[in-house]
């Protein structure tokens, strides 16, 4: 009578994982190539304004970064709690962005050089002093075209 | 003297799951795949150091006057203004749909595919901020002239080529341009009032 009691000995055969590897070496290589290491490692904390009308940056390798921000809490006892300009991996004031400009131009090719683009990651709390300071070393510099980092307002 | 046939055993392939799964993991927690995205503008190319300080003489009515203070406080125009309004306010400034003598002057120019076109060539938004404005209070500004331009873009393309303005080639976003050609001045910086 009872049709569905699980008395009946069928066993399930074990799963066939043989594939498995490959499934996840599909995963991984498709990580490994979308994957860009963090070149920088921030010392300022920032969070970006919000905006709406965003443009996406296009190509990275014509990209410069400026940051500006509050430092990180280990460097706060070294550096103070003011607002702080990043370059690279250290610490600028607005004198250093020309020849930091210059630099990574230099650093790049030829032909890609005058698509330069600088994307200025500026914390939002900032006063507009600082970045008028940045803003006026960049034109000064020839780096004319700018991007203000933001993200998407909901 | 037969010799034995040797059997090469399976290499047991068990594991090369676990040793994948850990290079996974490595390059998922490493992996940072934010595209960075933001307002894109142009700066002003430097002033030459040598060259004498000349006001460019600019028509009072083709300058829209953006201030904002170190209050994060707006004034267009010499009157306050919401950041709300100022998209609609910085619209009816560029194309001046009345022709009113407060507003820029309106030219007829001819722009290639589109034929005769209002086009209030000399218009200038002139954006002064403070020292001591919050940046985020400036990019609200900024986003709102953007927005101002770009609804007008898109406005015009679909009226004209029945299309958005990024879907368009390369020569008609030339001519849109010519019709809204984007001018946001930003002054050199001052200090207006309070905090020094």
């Keep these: ?154 | 003297m037969a010799r034995k046939k040797r059997v090469v055993e399976e290499v047991n392939s068990s594991s090369t799951a676990d040793i994948a799964f850990l290079l996974l993991i490595f390059f998922l927690v490493t992996t940072s795949m934010d595209t960075d995205k933001g307002l894109a503008r142009r700066l002003p190319p430097p002033a030459p150091k040598d060259a004498p300080k000349t006001d460019i003489n600019v028509k009072e009515r083709n300058v829209l006057i953006v201030l904002l203070n170190s209050n994060n406080q707006l004034m267009v125009e010499g009157l306050p203004l919401d950041v709300k309004q100022l998209c609609n306010k910085a619209k009816e400034f560029i194309t001046n749909p009345t022709n009113s003598p407060n507003l820029p002057e309106v030219f007829d120019v001819n722009v290639a595919g589109m034929g005769k076109m209002k086009v209030t060539t000399n218009h200038v938004i002139s954006l002064q901020n403070d020292r001591g404005t919050e940046y985020q209070a400036y990019i609200e500004v900024q986003n709102e002239l953007i927005r101002a331009y770009n609804e007008l873009r898109d406005d015009l393309a679909s009226a004209k080529f029945g299309k958005p303005y990024n879907a368009l080639s390369e020569d008609q976003k030339k001519s849109v341009q010519e019709v809204y050609p984007q001018k946001i001045s930003e002054a050199e910086p001052k200090n207006y009032g309070g905090a020094k």
């Design chain 1, 1 to 154: 009578m009872s049709k569905f009691s699980k008395s009946g000995g069928r066993s399930m055969p074990a799963l066939n994982t043989s594939s498995l590897p490959d499934l996840i070496f599909t995963l991984l290589f498709f990580f490994m190539i979308t994957t860009t290491m963090r070149e920088v490692s921030l010392k300022v904390e920032f969070k970006v304004p919000q905006a709406t009308e965003l443009q996406k940056l296009e190509k990275k390798s014509l990209v410069t970064f400026i940051y500006a921000g509050k430092p990180t809490r280990e460097f706060r006892a070294k550096m103070g709690g003011e607002t702080r300009i990043q370059l690279n991996d250290k610490f600028a004031e607005t004198a250093e962005i020309q020849d930091y400009i210059a630099q990574e131009r230099a650093s790049m090719k030829e032909e890609d050089q005058p698509y330069m683009t600088v994307s200025m990651k500026i914390d939002k709390a900032t006063k507009m002093g600082i970045v008028t300071d940045i803003k006026q070393a960049l034109r000064e510099a020839q780096a004319l075209k700018i991007t203000y980092s933001a993200s998407m307002k909901q």
